[in-house]
T-cell receptor, first 115, second 114 residues
Framework: GAVVSQHPSWVICKSGTSVKIECRSLDFQATTMFWYRQFPKQSLMLMATSNEGSKATYEQGVEKDKFLINHASLTLSTLTVTSAHPEDSSFYIC???????????FGSGTRLTVV | AQKVTQAQTEISVVEKEDVTLDCVYETRDTTYYLFWYKQPPSGELVFLIRRNSFDEQNEISGRYSWNFQKSTSSFNFTITASQVVDSAVYFCALRGYNFNKFYFGSGTKLNVKP
């Protein structure tokens, strides 16, 4: 149980384009989803927390207009990197919590490369 | 403030050696959860263990064991008879009572050489 699926696993995009990453809870209803970013050889840093049906809460220093988060259903949250630039190249990973779920499983991550 | 410190940036051992990864945490919560994750080169986070603050019993799972000591705010992880496949980055993490966000340590890269 408590499986979190993330798609795509990797993506390469051109500078200035937008990229959407999906995070799905497969066997539970995710009331809250978390998005993390990990730069090479660094730790994971929380970007934002999204509650189903509400606007996401962003951590300090994370541009909400650049990293659009949508959590419109109890099983899906999306992170859209808008007008991507090479400095946005990173590993993005999500986790989810819901009723009866401690939320300690993570998606498999998405490696974004902006060229 | 919530904080996790993994002072060991990188450790190299030879296969079959035992190795201990240190983790020290800070929190004001009386109820909290501690975790260890393994991150292989592919990137995914592999869950290894979750411990709540009321359970100080040490745990053993195969070659893995964990030592949780509230008195020193430590949650150390030992791999016995290490193997090459154990090579990865290991993260210790802290989570508060309300299942909110994780606070990750900086990670320890373990290199197990044959």
């Amino acid at each position: 149980g408590a499986v979190v699926s993330q798609h795509p696993s990797w993506v390469i995009c051109k500078s200035g384009t937008s990229v959407k990453i999906e995070c799905r809870s497969l066997d539970f209803q995710a009331t809250t989803m978390f998005w993390y970013r990990q730069f090479p050889k660094q730790s994971l840093m929380l970007m934002a927390t999204s509650n189903e049906g509400s606007k996401a809460t962003y951590e300090q220093g994370v541009e909400k207009d650049k990293f659009l988060i949508n959590h419109a259903s109890l099983t899906l949250s999306t992170l859209t990197v808008t007008s991507a630039h090479p400095e946005d190249s990173s590993f993005y990973i999500c986790s989810a919590t819901g009723q009866g779920n401690y939320g300690y499983t993570f998606g498999s991550g998405t490696r974004l490369t902006v060229v | 403030a919530q904080k996790v410190t993994q002072a060991q940036t990188e450790i190299s051992v030879v296969e079959k050696e035992d190795v201990t990864l240190d983790c020290v945490y800070e929190t004001r919560d009386t109820t909290y959860y501690l975790f260890w994750y393994k991150q292989p080169p592919s990137g995914e986070l592999v869950f290894l263990i979750r411990r709540n603050s009321f359970d100080e019993q040490n745990e053993i799972s195969g070659r893995y064991s964990w030592n949780f000591q509230k008195s020193t705010s430590s949650f150390n992880f030992t791999i016995t008879a290490s193997q090459v496949v154990d090579s990865a980055v290991y993260f210790c993490a802290l989570r508060g009572y309300n299942f909110n966000k994780f606070y990750f340590g900086s990670g320890t890269k373990l290199n197990v050489k044959p």
